[in-house]
């Protein structure tokens, strides 16, 4: 184990800002998540300090820019891996900085597993505490079986003749030990007598073997119902949470790692139905029967037969919650490992662009080798389970036979008696086997269930007021009063912005990259809510108002087109699904895009591929604009929505925008000035704060950032 410092704020996720002091008493600033991996990595080789593993990066010695990464610790306090990292200038200010080491923490971490397993403060004060499971008690497996309980008849009926088909061949040994004692080795019975009986003894065992098959067929049918419809329900109310959830969820986590959750730690949940909720309490059944019976038989053959069992006992309680444990971090490595290979498989043309495919493979081969130590740690514990459980299994019955053999020569027990105890013997070593094999299974579905419902306790940021009213028709009018909103708490984007937009007003924002141009824009459909301030709509607070009503009066184009698999109409009536052709083709013939959708081999019912990969980006663009003309909504927000088209396509959209929105409240961001000459007003952002307002005619005439922004591009165009 390695400690390193890092930057903190006193809750998780963890904020890593600086390493280990360099031997002139500076920090390294990390400018990228692989040089992280590059020291933690030469920690965990040996190397005396970050320094000796990141001389030969130059972008750590030089310390020319503050990045803030953070590091996401669950509460068992598991690095799961990198959050976004942000930029938080050029420098480090001394007061920032001050405060920043105020704030220090210490981490010591087991760098083999990627645990955080001590954290101390500036001062030297243990608060691991604080970093623990801070989220209140919860009992994730009774919610799970609430999922059960609309199939709990299937459940119990599964489970009863589950019971019979584990019952019905306890009958064999008993008509064995019949057969040989009663029948074959009864001196007194003449040969018919002992033929009558053994087909009499047969019968009974075909009737019971009936019975076993159609038990064995109803309890798999009605398992299989509850369990499939069970994971159905719950599937689909992840999915449906996880869509209510903020923008700012998705931000932290991977679309794989999403992904993952709801289909593979669903399809581990599965299990546990399958297993849990029949199989264990068939086994457990079948058990205590078996011990009665074994006891009845020979009471001392069977204290013998169950010398072993705290062997069992202590491998089963001993082994359970370290295989729980590593499956739920092999699951985490697994959900990193599809959010990587889903954001490489999206930017597979950057990668061949610059020729990074061995570079990635190097990074997922990482990353594979990550999960595979976990998964070989569950194999090592699983193993050494199934072994001691073994032991228990093969080793009893030499015990049971070697004193039973004792006892028959003593005249205490008979051949029959035996038999009958080592076939009953075997039996109740099947459902100890099955139980050791189920806690492996249960382990690996505990730990998933876990997982699914920490996406069902994290709550949307955004979320309606109780008595939220619902929007109708609206004028469009939009008032931002001191609006104040950060991504974090310590980094505001927007400062204290007051701005009333008219109803039909056209209104443009503009200015440097990361001025809140986007951010503000976005506060209006409560895809973030202000940290201060309010933004109403026709004098109404939008919080006050029910989501689905407020955003059906909101149109979004964005820059990066978002088009689903599924055919050109399929996209467009996301919109609105009850159009009319007529209002699609208008739709598109508004947006010039219909000429090119009627080109197409199917016209509107061609299939564009994940994503539109079949499309050009400014058809792409075009079926988007189409789709925002097709909602016909009250207020429309275009974010650089006609830079993918040529500047004929954009003189004609420019065309049909001045037309359609005309009574129309449009938010226009644009970084072309170009875009937005006509608009009414223009709206000039810089480091979040409003510093110009007015049309292009008098922002163009007075100093300012505007006249700066606009001499810059044209002079470029020149």
Not at 24 to 47: K, P, T
Request: glycine share 6%; charged share 20%; hydrophobic share 45%.
């Amino acid at each position: 184990m390695k400690v390193y410092s890092v930057c903190a704020a006193p809750q998780a996720p963890i904020a890593l800002t600086h390493g280990l002091p360099r031997k002139d008493g500076r920090q390294h600033v990390f400018e990228h998540w692989n040089d992280v991996q590059a020291v933690l990595e030469s920690l965990a080789a040996g190397a005396e300090t970050a320094t000796d593993a990141a001389q030969s990066r130059e972008e750590l010695s030089a310390g020319s820019a503050y990045v803030v990464l953070v590091l996401e610790v669950d509460e068992d306090m598991l690095v799961r891996g990198p959050l976004p990292r942000r930029r938080a200038g050029p420098g480090m200010p001394e007061e920032r900085l001050a405060a920043l080491q105020s704030q220090s923490r210490f981490l010591e971490m087991d760098l083999a597993a990627q645990r955080v397993v001590g954290v101390k403060d500036a001062t030297g004060n243990d608060v691991t505490a604080r970093y623990r499971t801070r989220r209140p008690p919860r009992v994730p497996l009774l919610r799970f079986l609430a999922f059960v309980r609309p199939y709990l008849g299937y459940v119990v009926g599964a489970t009863t003749v589950g019971i019979l088909k584990f019952l019905a061949p306890l009958a064999f040994p008993w008509m064995l030990r019949v057969l040989l004692d009663d029948v074959v080795l009864d001196p007194t019975l003449s040969a018919a007598e002992k033929e009558a009986r053994t087909s009499t003894l047969v019968l009974v065992l075909l009737g019971v073997n009936v019975l076993w098959m159609v038990s064995t067929y109803y309890r798999s049918v009605w398992a299989a119902i509850a369990g499939q419809h069970m994971i159905r329900d719950l599937r689909i109310a992840l999915f449906e949470h996880v869509q209510r959830l903020s923008h700012g969820f998705f931000a932290r986590n991977q679309s794989g790692g999403i992904v993952s959750r709801v289909v593979h730690d669903i399809n581990l949940a599965q299990n546990f139905v399958g297993s849990a909720l029949t199989n264990v309490w068939m086994d457990i059944f079948l058990i205590g029967a078996l011990v009665i019976i074994l006891m009845s038989i020979h009471f001392e053959l069977a204290l013998v037969s169950l010398a072993l069992m705290p062997i069992y006992v202590l491998s089963v309680r001993y082994h359970g919650p370290r295989i729980q444990q590593v499956s739920r971090e092999a699951q985490q490595r697994l959900e990193i490992l599809s959010g990587n290979l889903q954001e490489r498989v999206a930017g597979v043309a950057v990668v061949k662009g610059f020729t990074q495919e061995e570079a990635e493979s190097r990074r997922f081969a990482v990353q594979a080798d990550k999960l595979l130590t976990r998964i070989l740690h569950s194999v090592r514990f699983t193993a050494l389970n199934e072994t001691l459980v073994g032991l228990v299994v093969h080793t009893s019955p030499v015990l049971v036979a070697w004193y039973g053999i004792h006892l028959i020569i003593d005249g205490r027990l008979t051949v029959g008696q035996l038999t009958q105890f080592l076939l009953y013997l075997a039996m109740f070593y099947f459902p100890l086997q099955r139980l050791a094999d189920l806690s492996v299974v249960l382990a690996n579905s505990l730990a998933a269930i876990e997982r699914i419902f920490e996406y069902f306790d994290t709550q949307p940021q955004v979320a309606e007021r109780p008595g939220a009213r619902e929007l109708t028709r609206v004028r469009g009018s939009l008032a931002f009063e001191q609006v104040s909103f950060g991504y974090e708490a310590d980094l505001p984007v927007l400062h204290a912005i007051n701005l009333t937009i008219e109803a039909g007003e056209t209104i443009a924002f503009v200015g440097p990259s990361g001025s809140g141009k986007s951010t503000l824009a976005n506060l209006v459909p409560r895809f973030h809510d202000p940290d201060q301030g309010r933004i109403t709509l026709d004098g109404i607070d939008l919080r006050d108002c029910t989501l689905a009503s407020l955003r059906r009066q909101i149109g979004i184009v964005n820059q990066e087109t978002v088009l689903f698999s599924g055919t050109v109409e399929e996209n467009l009536r996301i919109a609105r699904p009850g159009a009319s052709q007529a209002e699609i083709e208008a739709a598109l013939d508004a947006a010039h895009a219909l000429e090119f959708v009627h080109g197409l081999p199917e016209g509107l019912w061609t299939e564009i591929g994940e994503r539109g990969a079949v499309l050009s980006g400014g058809q792409k663009q075009r079926l988007a604009i189409a789709r925002a003309f097709l909602k016909d909504p009250r207020i429309l927000i275009l974010d650089e929505a006609t830079s993918a088209l040529d500047s004929v396509s954009e003189h004609r959209i420019q065309q049909a925008l001045a037309r359609l929105l005309e009574g129309r409240t449009s938010v226009v961001i644009a970084h072309r000035l170009s875009t937005v000459l006509s608009a009414d007003r223009i709206i000039v952002l810089d480091q979040g704060r409003i510093v110009q307002c007015g049309t292009h005619a008098e922002l163009i005439a007075e100093p300012g950032l505007y006249a700066r922004l606009h001499q810059e591009q044209f002079r470029s165009v020149a």
